[in-house]
């Protein structure tokens, strides 16, 4: 064996040990925090009344929308990031780091000032459908979520230097951190003012992920990362085009599978009403168990199949996709085993509650099924950054589940039908996106293909 091979195979040894270790480490922190989050409902509805409960869980889904707007500067910095480091191009690196600093900062700013200006103006009471909480009230409590969750475009980079780095459970642990000081924070809260003070509360758990990035921040860029922190001497805005190229086909696919999944429940409640919202959720909840598992698995996959591509190193992107099929293959069993069981599970959970027709089960299977063998080969297009196909695909997709997911709900009048469309969004992904890969593992991909 030569010394370049002997190089090679030692660094793919490297790499895939080190994807193992941080899916093991994700799936545990990830654990700790589906705990922490079980946690909180309790003892959130014992600090607010049912309403404030209420309002506060319609507000976070905001955020949740809201924090998809960075434009996809983070996913665009994962890649370019990631290229560098791959090749070992420090001051490359830095000028990706600054730069994305850069126009994450201005855009941070420009969408708190925008977002204050007119958040004065929004009728939050019907917008959440309240008279319970002053307008005020209101205006404080979305002034709060909303500005600090604009304020986490920029703080949260760190994460995305970390998961560029290959160390994707450390982005998980400051997630996993904030939570569990969030948690212990609103206990304190609520042993020491009066209930139902939902604006300390919003402070509380939307501040303290904030604090928590500034300082792996302020350790990452004085000792780990200290060689490519960011500094206004290596802002170059002739890189931004390229950052921003590829980061705005990431936002296409970012929002396009908001729209979807945001979605899936208005549709549901159009079709069925709200109660059937209910029986969607609930059937939802036990089969994404499943979909979280393949998608903690494949968390630390997407950087090392960019380093790995940087490198053209195509015998380990080959051997990673056959294990992750091989994966696919028994989780998608395991899909089929909770489906077998799924009626005794809703009978112990739910003691006849809620009642999911087995038709939803089965529709709710087949989704997860897809999921498990599409979502390795979109992790591989991420990586490799050749989004112009899927971005593309992502703008189709919205028309079509829109569609499939009316036709399909009247004919089966279930609204396994919702699901089903999504089902099908993906299966066409999943088919034109293995061609794309195949072809790029093959050095045989051309014009689009390539892009």
Not at 410 to 431: D, E, F, Q, Y
Request: proline fraction near 2%; include cysteine; hydrophobic fraction near 55%.
């Amino acid at each position: 064996m030569s010394l370049t091979s002997l190089k090679l195979s030692v660094k793919q040894n490297t790499r895939a040990a080190n994807v193992i270790r941080q899916a093991l480490y994700s799936i545990f922190l990830k654990g700790a925090s589906l705990l922490i989050a079980f946690l909180y409902v309790p003892l959130l509805l014992n600090y607010l009344d049912s309403e404030k409960y209420g309002i506060w869980l319609t507000v976070l889904t905001i955020t949740n929308w809201v924090s998809v707007f960075d434009v996809g500067l983070g996913n665009g910095l994962r890649n370019k990031l990631g290229t560098a480091l791959a090749t070992g191009d420090k001051e490359l690196s830095r000028i990706y780091i600054s730069t994305t600093y850069a126009l994450v900062g201005m855009l941070t700013l420009a969408f708190l000032l925008l977002f204050n200006l007119l958040n004065y103006y929004i009728p939050w009471n019907k917008v959440l459908n309240t008279s319970f909480v002053s307008v005020e009230e209101l205006y404080l409590l979305t002034s709060i979520a909303i500005s600090v969750t604009i304020l986490r475009f920029f703080v949260q980079l760190v994460g995305v230097i970390f998961i560029a780095h290959q160390m994707s459970s450390k982005n998980d642990l400051i997630l996993t951190l904030s939570s569990m000081i969030s948690l212990l924070t609103v206990f304190i809260i609520s042993k020491v003012l009066p209930p139902g003070n939902i604006l300390v509360l919003s402070l509380a758990i939307t501040l303290v992920p904030v604090l928590l990035y500034v300082l792996f921040s302020l350790l990452a860029f004085s000792d780990r990362f200290k060689d490519i922190r960011p500094s206004a001497r290596y802002v170059r805005i002739g890189y931004s085009r390229a950052l921003l190229s590829l980061s705005g086909r990431f936002f296409i696919v970012q929002v396009t599978a908001l729209v979807v999944y945001a979605s899936a429940n208005v549709v549901v409640a159009n079709l069925f009403g709200p109660k059937e919202v209910i029986v969607y959720n609930t059937a939802f909840t036990i089969f994404n168990a499943t979909i979280m598992m393949m998608a903690l698995c494949l968390s630390p996959v997407w950087s090392s199949v960019t380093d790995a591509y940087a490198l053209k190193d195509f015998t380990y992107l080959k051997k990673t996709l056959r294990r992750l099929n091989y994966l696919a293959l028994l989780l998608s069993a395991g899909v089929l085993l909770l489906l077998g069981i799924s009626n005794f599970i809703f009978d112990i959970w739910l003691k006849g509650k809620v009642i999911i027709p087995f038709m939803l089960s089965s529709s709710m299977a087949f989704y997860a099924i897809i999921y498990m063998f599409q979502a390795p080969y979109s992790i591989f297009i991420n990586g490799m950054g050749k989004m112009k196909i899927t971005s593309r695909l992502a703008i189709i997709s919205i028309a079509v589940y829109l569609a499939a997911a009316i036709v399909l709900s009247k004919l089966l009048n279930s609204s396994a039908g919702v699901i089903l469309a999504i089902a099908l969004c993906g299966l066409i992904s999943l088919v034109i996106e293995r061609i794309q890969v195949k072809k790029l593992l093959n050095n045989t991909a051309t014009g689009i293909w390539n892009k």
